[in-house]
């Protein structure tokens, strides 16, 4: 028990940081979720659906060789608050849309993407700034932790979503998601400290030069790279699977948000 309270003690600035991000990751899971449904009953079109998807995801294939290194040369609470303002304006402005009975197929495409660019540069900052508030001999605790908050939010997502959605509507799972993002931001600004080392010569290399850099470490571990190709087949996959699921749901009959929930 002692050392359980000790190991607790030394991960408690971790441990805010973890559980204000993942609650924060869970309000914008729905937003996706109530997205992806009211696109469909929009226009009915899985294309439609699955282009959602892509326009999110197209940034993290397009540039994160970039945003690695430009995580590297910027203060890590920065981009993190940066990151996240941004990805919360973009939420007020399809919820402007939303409630103006503005809001078209094509401008979430345009959010959606936004988002991703922001997650894209957001990602590798924070993978830097946990190293930074724990010693390595808690690092294999933070993989545990961040699976279960990832799998944790992926069974609690739909279920959440639906229930709120039926009861007062999207409105109110936008309103959840800026709800979520305000705690986060507010307990990363005020009540989170990551250091940051010192500049040095290597740090302050030019932006092609880390990815070429990059580029040239992959092309020697043959092994890494095999396994970023295999991850990414299993991934497109998987990718597949998802763009066509909900619309096969919702195209049954008596097929509802509720019946995608289970």
Known sequence: MKNLLKTIWEMK??????????????????????????????????????ILMVSSYAPYVLLSIFAGALSDKWNKKATMLVCDTMAALTTVVMLVLLHTDR????????????????NTVQQPASEVAVTRVLSKEHYQRVGGLRYFSSSLNSIMTPVIATAVMGIAGMGAIVAFDLLT????FLVLLFGIRIPETEENGEEQEKLMASVKKGIT???KEQGIFGLILFLAAINLVASIYDAAFPAMMLSR????EGHWAW
Do not use: D, H, P, R
Not at 19 to 25: H, Y
Not at 181 to 184: P, S, W
Not at 253 to 256: K, L, V
């Open 217 to 219: 470490y992959l092309k």
């Open 253 to 256: 009959n008596g097929g509802s």
């Open 181 to 184: 993002f305000a705690v986060a």
């Open 13 to 50: 600035t971790f441990l805010l940081l973890w559980s204000t991000q993942a609650f924060s990751g869970l309000g914008s899971a729905m937003t996706s979720y109530t997205l992806v449904i009211w696109s469909y009953t929009q226009k009915g079109s899985a294309l439609m659906t699955a």
């Open 103 to 118: 809001l078209q197929i094509w401008q979430l495409y345009l959010i959606n993407g936004v988002n991703g660019l922001m």
